[in-house]
């Protein structure tokens, strides 16, 4: 099944250029704050497999896994490739342009855990992204996508854009559920406001596992 189950305005964006060129500029920031990033490496240590081998999808200078998680390897799939280079959890890197082309280039089964931190607003076909992940997932290996309330709005695809947060998590629920072979799905608010400054940034975090 692909994007176009929806209305094809829906991924559309403010800027429809290549990503290439919004994305050769190297930005060396985080785009979740101190408290989020700590849920969001909290949540990490929950569900990443000890031993395992991880994908971190449409990934930066940081992935945000705990410090101490035990993993064989760990490969970053994102846009520009000096973050990438910095990143000091990644053993290897690629860049690679999912809008451009959905398909990733792994052998099937070949992975324990995905991750997508604070990118998936980005995607302009994710059933067939989500279709890949699930492909070059293990049977059981998990699918980790992460979000907040931040975003760059002219890259971010319109459907996102004109929806509220707990709409996105219902958004992203349905990117697993159009896409193959998904169980356990679970989405969770792992930053509330409650305990936190007034302007921390919400959390949300949609996950599954591969039948």
């Given at each position: 099944m692909t994007t176009n189950s929806f209305p094809a305005d829906f991924f559309e964006r403010q800027d429809m250029s290549d990503d290439?060129?919004?994305?050769?500029?190297?930005?060396?920031?985080?785009?979740?704050?101190e408290n989020a990033?700590?849920?969001?490496?909290?949540?990490?240590?929950?569900?990443?497999?000890?031993?395992?081998?991880?994908?971190?999808?449409?990934?930066?200078?940081?992935?945000?896994?705990?410090?101490?998680?035990?993993?064989?390897?760990?490969?970053?799939?994102?846009m520009n490739k000096e973050e990438l280079r910095d990143n000091p959890q990644l053993d290897k890197?690629?860049?690679?342009?999912l809008n451009q082309n959905p398909h990733l280039p792994?052998?099937?089964?070949?992975?324990?855990?995905?991750?997508?931190?604070?990118?998936v607003q980005y995607l302009t076909n994710p059933i067939a992204v989500f279709e890949e992940v699930n492909r070059v997932l293990k049977?059981?290996?998990v699918f980790i996508v992460s979000f907040s309330n931040r975003c760059f709005p002219n890259k971010?695809?319109?459907?996102?854009?004109?929806?509220?947060?707990?709409?996105?998590i219902a958004l992203v629920g349905q990117y697993f559920q159009m896409s193959s072979n998904w169980k356990d799905l679970a989405a969770q608010k792992t930053n509330p406001a409650d305990g936190y400054p007034l302007r921390a940034d919400p959390l949300y975090v949609v996950s599954a596992r591969k039948v």
């Open positions: 290439s060129f919004f994305y050769s500029t190297p930005r060396k920031v985080v785009h979740i704050d990033i700590g849920a969001l490496t909290e949540v990490y240590r929950e569900l990443l497999p000890a031993g395992g081998t991880c994908l971190d999808l449409m990934s930066s200078w940081r992935s945000h896994y705990p410090p101490d998680l035990q993993v064989t390897r760990v490969i970053g799939l994102g890197y690629l860049v690679h342009n792994y052998e099937s089964n070949l992975f324990d855990a995905v991750t997508c931190a604070v990118s049977a059981n290996g971010a695809v319109a459907i996102w854009m004109s929806t509220s947060d707990e709409q996105h």
